[in-house]
């Protein structure tokens, strides 16, 4: 157990990494002249800042696994750091294509979805290891609010590909990928109202299933496939 | 009878319907990125393109369509007897938001129906100063062309273009990136301008009945979503 004083002494150094990543992102865009949200170095650091904040309310509202929590989430997020440290910066003007807010919308909150589904898994491990429901019915809100969030940025991405391209749906493998894990995310949702599901250890572990669906979505697509997303 | 109504209403259907559509969609992920017939399948109505691709490219959309169908018929017959189970006015929001939200999705699925009909994307390279037939009863001519930045990079680009309708005016109109312009149906969208060997624009003619039905849809389905997300978040022991 983690005394109480250790604990918050960690906290206060997690928020001000937060800060300083908060911090980073602010003055990079400033010198950029836009959101800084292209590429891989800009986009990792932004999915390390998502994470590492929304682990910041769940934090407060947890009773048991707080340490537990917060430094899984100083972990994943430190790795996207260094990974996003160490990933090619684009430092190019913004192609005309991308510059108009829908773009800018869409690629926000799919990273902030990104955020809270890496919570989610987290809970979902926490509840593995601990088997606290508390744990379990914090996962399923921080999914439910990252498929709120995670839609609306394909119905945004829909919204700025029919402004752009003339349609709001492109059969591409990011797209295709996309559905895949709105699907899982729908199924995890729809399975959560099964008892069988509800009360063990199966929806947890298809919360923590999706995440690396998301990861897959975000990294593995626009790495390995050509599509309309990549890297 | 009652046994095959019993298993479309049921959540287990739903579950199991999601999953196969999932897998399906795993294998066109990985079908897709090497086969050349799917070059084609942005250009075309989607049933169009069905019809003349091979079955081997195809059988994973074709699945997924017919997988789609009994969602279609699940998410209904659900959704009624929803409703029609839980009638108590004071859980309304907690009974009719998920209903909003499949109405919403179902739309969706309207809307790629519709696209899927009667859908088309026409890619012209029009050179400024010519007229150019795009279908009967519209032609387009670049009037000028301006673009920012080097010319292998354009940040900015916009084109002044004219139109012509069956009543013989011409009218203007300005294009750029992500602001067309829609006329009789049809969107006109400026995709790239080029100074060499002469200055003209590459424009895409686009056709998307579906569109409309998304937009509500999406509309619906986020409606749905917030108001459910607000009811559980501060009660994850409400059923819905």
Redo the contacts between chains.
């Keep these: 157990m983690i005394s109480s004083l250790v604990l918050n002494l960690y906290l206060l150094a997690y928020t001000i990494f937060v800060l300083i990543q908060g911090g980073y992102i602010l003055s990079r865009g400033m010198s950029l002249g836009r959101l800084p949200l292209v590429g891989l170095h800009d986009t990792l650091i932004f999915l390390s800042f998502s994470t590492a904040l929304f682990a910041l309310p769940f934090y407060k509202v947890i009773k048991k696994g707080r340490g537990g929590l917060l430094i899984s989430c100083s972990f994943i997020s430190l790795f996207f750091t260094v990974a996003g440290t160490f990933s090619r910066k684009v430092e ?6 991308l ?2 807010f ?1 773009f800018e919308l869409h690629v926000v909150l799919s990273f902030f979805s990104y955020g809270l589904f890496g919570i989610g898994a987290i809970l979902g491990i926490l509840y593995l290891i601990q088997k606290n429901r508390e744990l379990e ?1 914090l996962q ?2 921080a999914v ?2 990252g ?2 969030i995670f ?2 940025s394909m ?1 945004f991405g ?3 590909a ?12 990011k797209e ?2 996309t ?2 894990l709105w ?2 995310l ?2 995890y949702l ?2 959560r ?2 008892p069988w599901w509800k009360k063990g250890k199966g929806i947890a572990i298809v919360g923590i299933i999706l995440y690396f669906v998301v990861l897959f979505t975000y990294m593995g697509v626009g790495l390995l ?2 599509s309309s997303h990549s890297f | 009878m009652i046994k095959i109504y019993n298993i479309i209403k049921s ?2 259907t ?2 199991i319907l ?2 196969l ?2 897998v399906l ?2 294998s ?2 990985v079908v ?2 090497s086969n050349k017939a ?1 070059d084609d ?2 250009s075309i109505s989607l049933f169009k393109w069905l019809d003349k691709t091979p079955y081997q490219a195809s059988w994973w959309l074709q699945g997924s369509i017919l997988i789609l169908l009994f969602l279609t018929l699940n998410t209904i017959v659900c959704s009624i007897e929803s409703i029609l189970k839980k009638r108590d006015k004071r859980q309304l929001l907690l009974t009719i938001s998920p209903q909003i939200i499949h109405i919403g999705f179902l739309f969706a699925l309207v ?2 129906l519709v ?1 899927g009909m009667s ?1 088309y ?1 026409q890619y012209l390279l029009i050179q400024q100063g010519r007229w150019t037939f795009v279908k009967p009863g519209l032609e387009l001519a670049i009037k000028d062309i301006e673009y920012s ?1 080097d010319p292998r ?5 916009k084109a002044d273009i004219y139109y012509n309708l069956q009543d013989g005016k011409v009218y203007t109109e300005t294009i ?5 312009f829609f006329i009789n149906g049809l ?1 006109i ?1 400026l ?1 790239r301008i080029s100074m060499y060997p002469s200055p003209s624009a590459s424009i ?3 056709h ?1 009945p579906g ?1 409309i039905w ?2 509500i849809g ?1 509309l619906l ?2 409606i749905g ?2 108001a ?2 607000v009811l ?2 501060r009660d ?1 022991s409400i059923e819905t």
């Design positions: 190019t003007p913004l192609p005309a294509i510059k108009t829908w019915a399923y809100r439910l609010l498929y709120l839609s609306l119905i829909g919204i700025w029919y402004l752009a391209w003339g349609t709001y749906w492109l059969w591409t493998p295709l990928w559905v895949m699907l899982v729908t199924l729809h399975l109202y099964r496939m050509k | 959540l287990r739903t579950n999601l999953t559509l999932i969609f795993i066109g992920a897709m990125p799917f399948i942005n809307a790629h696209n859908s994307h930045g990079f354009m940040t900015d680009l750029s990136p992500n602001n067309p969107g969208y995709q895409e003619v686009s998307e569109a998304a937009f999406a389905f986020t979503t917030v459910m997300v559980k978040m994850d």
